[in-house]
Nanobody
Framework: HVQLVESGGGSVQAGGSLGLSCTAS????????LGWFRQAPGKEREGVAV??????KYYAGSEGRFTISQDSPKNTVYLQMNSLKPEDTAMYYC??????????????????????WGQGTQVTVS
């Protein structure tokens, strides 16, 4: 049974920073992608960042303000968000594809295929 649990959201003023964590159980992300997505009210869900099995990273926008990283022994992926803007306000989700050998960048951009999702953590920037 795969479970993704996010934590670390909250409220922050514009220009501030927040760090999110996603701990995976029942899922070996070292052999597949694991990424962060977000959904703002009234908008479609969009990809934020993904980490490859190799440790490579791909970002969809964020202009260098976000950093995705991993702690493999803890089976945890992080998203450090700096210089936050009000438009970053959204529910942030951790996700992983069901299919192995998923093309990670395309998966992040198009959210293709069936995926495991966490429950989400709210980030509010004012």
């Amino acid at each position: 049974h795969v479970q993704l649990v996010e934590s670390g959201g909250g409220s922050v003023q514009a220009g501030g920073s927040l760090g999110l964590s996603c701990t995976a159980s029942g899922y070996t992300y070292s052999s597949n992608c694991l990424g962060w997505f977000r959904q703002a009210p009234g908008k479609e869900r969009e990809g934020v960042a993904v980490i490859y099995p190799s440790g490579g990273k791909y970002y969809a926008g964020s202009e260098g303000r976000f950093t995705i990283s991993q702690d493999s022994p803890k089976n945890t992926v992080y998203l450090q968000m700096n210089s936050l803007k009000p438009e970053d306000t959204a529910m942030y989700y951790c996700a992983a594809p069901l299919a192995s050998r998923t093309p990670c960048a395309r998966w992040l951009r198009e959210i293709v295929g069936d995926n495991y999702w966490g429950q989400g953590t709210q980030v509010t920037v004012s």
